[in-house]
């Protein structure tokens, strides 16, 4: 397989680390085992765990104030993959790359596959662009899209969601995610019914174009560009669309695009419930964003978002498979470096989460035993499982640390001469 970061470096860091991590892997599974947790399951299920990495997520973000873009950034989809390789080579975690057209629209999408298929990594989801206007577009987006009031808008923006999916199809992915911007920024602006009425028929017509082994996903962002109302603004209006465009068409949930305080794992409850969670975007947030990296703020938050995963699966739950993915702004931080540390702190709750005593808990629900069974999860939630990560990493060939050989190896150093910065570059988005 194609490897950007050199093996010889890569063994040479995880020997110095192996008997440390050997010594607190051992220490941790007498502890798990006192328990009746095998810790040797938790770690082929962190092994078999893979999240998708954005690939608008390996440029450095930006705000609606300034974007300060890093050296060595990726100019193009080729080197955004090559950035995508890097994380995969060292998290063990992150083996497919969720593409955004037009951003990533190649001239050859089989010698894209080619190269993707040589570094070992598939593409998912494909994500349209219809809150943009591109150089010489026919009509404009800036009323909206899908729901836009002018059918030239409307039409314009359906046939760039039909051609995502033929994209899509040449990459091998089997999604189509559906972000707009469409809403309004003053009250009477838009007639809302009216708006949602547009925006279903758009989509109908979307839907009709899916492959039968596809799935669309609906992403709801509770406000910005518009910050009067939103077309999807929330579940509930995402919900109502999926169950209106049918059985193929499922929601999205980002962590942040919710207001602050709610209750996200409650929500997943319901898509679960009523098989229409498509997928998420994992990030973090702390007022009304959605920048900050996965599990840096509401770590707890995270975790009892994967305690509804995993009881899912233990149900055995019917029509239930999420997609997995990051979608972050990275600002300050070397985004490579940051969706490396975030792939692996949504790789820890997922974990954690397997630790959690079902049965027990269900035992303590039933006994209306509230503090048992919040301690149940708060005991699992509390145990590091680092040496679970890194044992899994080290077993497929990652990095034990993957921060520091990321950082030994000089790639964003290299990548400064390789890739000089083009001063017309236009920025990655965040959606
Ligand atoms: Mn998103």
Not at 61 to 74: D, L, S, V
Not at 202 to 230: N, R, V
Not at 280 to 302: A, E, I, R, T, V
Not at 327 to 332: F, G, I, T
Request: include cysteine.
């Amino acid at each position: 397989m194609l490897r950007r970061i050199d093996k010889v470096l890569l063994e040479q860091e995880n020997n110095l680390l192996k008997n440390d991590l050997d010594a607190d892997y051992a220490a941790l599974g007498e502890k798990l085992a006192r328990s009746d947790v095998d810790i040797e399951l938790l770690t082929q299920a962190a092994g078999k765990f893979q999240i998708a990495v954005p690939s608008w997520g390996t440029g450095t973000g930006g705000t609606r104030f300034a974007r300060f873009p890093g050296e060595g950034e990726p100019r193009n989809i080729w080197e955004k993959l090559e950035d995508c390789a890097v994380i995969n080579e060292l998290s063990g975690c992150t083996d497919s790359v969720s593409p955004h057209f037009p951003w990533d629209k190649v001239s050859d999408f089989s010698e894209l596959k080619e190269k993707a298929d040589a570094y070992g990594i598939k593409w998912v989801s494909v994500n349209s662009n219809t809150f943009q206007d591109q150089t010489g577009q026919t009509a404009s987006y800036k009323y909206g899209s899908l729901s836009n009031t002018q059918k030239a808008s409307r039409e314009l923006a359906i046939a760039h969601n039909l051609d995502c999916i033929e994209y899509g199809q040449k990459l091998g992915a089997k999604s189509l995610t559906v972000w707009v911007g469409d809403g309004s920024n003053h009250p009477g602006q838009q007639h809302f019914q009216r708006a949602f009425e547009r925006y279903l028929a758009s989509m109908e017509e979307i839907y009709k174009g899916l492959p039968d082994d596809w799935e669309m996903h609906i992403e709801h962002k509770m406000f910005e560009p518009a910050f009067y109302s939103t077309i999807i603004q929330d579940w509930g209006s995402n919900i109502l669309a999926a169950m209106q465009l049918g059985p193929k068409c499922k929601s999205l949930v980002d962590l942040g695009h919710h207001a602050p305080n709610t209750n996200i794992e409650m929500i997943v409850s319901r898509l679960i419930q009523f098989k229409k969670l498509g997928g998420f975007h994992f990030n973090d947030s702390k007022y009304g964003d959605d920048d900050l990296d996965s599990g840096s703020l509401h770590p707890y938050q995270q975790f009892l978002i994967f305690n509804e995963l995993v009881d899912a699966e233990y149900r055995q739950q019917e029509a239930f498979g999420p997609a997995y993915m990051l979608d972050q702004s990275h600002n300050v931080t070397d985004p490579a470096e940051s969706l490396i540390n975030s792939a692996i702190e949504v790789q820890r709750s997922y974990v954690k989460a397997l630790i959690v005593d079902r049965e027990k808990l269900y035992g303590y629900q039933d006994e209306n035993d509230a503090l048992m069974a919040s301690l149940e999860l708060k005991n699992a939630f509390n145990l590091d499982v680092s040496p679970i990560l890194a044992m899994a990493r080290l077993r497929k060939g990652a990095a034990i640390d993957p921060l520091a050989v990321y950082r030994k190896s000089n790639y964003r150093e290299n990548m400064a001469k390789e890739r000089p910065r083009d001063p017309n570059a236009t920025g990655s988005g965040i959606v």
